[in-house]
């Protein structure tokens, strides 16, 4: 595509310009996030915030003549793993799995049959992860489960017991808020949350609440202030930093799928032609 977009985002155009897009070659993001607690020192709205800077920062990066078109929002997510802290906002994994599919399918209805799920919290990559293979079974489409951070290495920005233990509302969750929204962080009730995961690993078992052997949990068996990491130790130079690096690996991704072809998404098989 040569043709300058107006606009990176999918609502700042009229029905015409989509009439009028080659939409096969273009690629829809659609954020998604979660509005819940991150402890006593952060607003419910991080993961939505953190989601919302690093597209944002990624769509800076873009060229204007790159097909691709970043979709509304969706700011709530499933947090029912949150709902003992007050501010908890959540839907079922049932309605939240039926409205990602029912968006995808309206990106298709559109002619865009490659779609990236870009998520910013832990509680759903399951359902993202069932809703992109619904979307390749039942349309065809070619939909891509990804981290808004799209595996960024952050290995020199953490320590890595941060990196394995600081899942919620801890150093790296807390820079990076100091870097897009200091105005909504009280740091002085910020602290180093240690999780019950430093216990169990401390005492070489096999069980761990998130990784390889995982078990279902809700915040406060975890940490009873609802933060998980050393949120004391953040700081917004860091939070720059991670959100350059994700959006720049997320604008990485985007190339690749742009590039993906569409032919790789058959129904043949050696029995089936």
């Known amino acids: 595509m040569t043709t300058k977009l107006k606009s990176h985002w999918w609502w700042d155009h009229t029905t015409k310009d989509f009439s009028e897009f080659d939409m096969e070659e273009f690629v829809a993001i659609l954020p998604i996030a979660a509005v819940e607690q991150h402890g006593p020192h952060l607003p419910v709205r991080v993961d939505a915030a953190i989601n919302a800077g690093t597209i944002v920062r990624t769509v800076e990066l ?9 979709l509304p929002m969706m700011p709530v997510g499933k947090s029912v793993e949150h709902t003992a802290f007050p501010g ?11 409205m990602w599919f029912e968006l995808g399918e309206s990106v298709n209805r559109a002619g865009c049959r490659k779609i990236i799920f870009v998520n910013s919290h832990g509680g759903q990559p399951q359902v993202m992860e069932i809703v992109c293979r619904e979307l390749r079974v039942k349309l065809g489409m070619f939909a891509v489960s990804a981290w808004a951070s799209a595996g960024a290495d952050f290995s020199d920005l953490y320590s890595a017991h941060e990196l394995k233990h600081g899942i919620h509302g801890g150093e790296a969750e807390t820079s990076v808020m100091l870097h897009l929204h200091r105005d909504l962080i009280d740091m002085q009730y910020a602290d180093d949350f240690v999780p019950v995961s430093v216990e169990l690993e401390n005492a070489g078992g ?9 078990y279902g949990w809700q915040t406060q068996d975890v940490q009873p202030s609802g933060a998980c990491g050393n949120a004391a130790a953040a700081d917004a130079e860091r939070g720059r930093e991670h959100v350059e690096r994700s959006a720049r690996n997320l604008l990485k991704l985007i190339n690749e799928v742009l590039e993906f072809p569409l032919d790789r998404i058959t129904d043949k098989t050696m029995y089936r032609s």
């Open 62 to 70: 873009m060229d204007d003549d790159l097909p691709v078109l970043v």
């Open 88 to 98: 908890t906002l959540t839907f079922t994994y049932e309605t939240l799995a039926k």
């Open 206 to 214: 096999l069980l761990m609440p998130e990784g390889r052997i995982g």
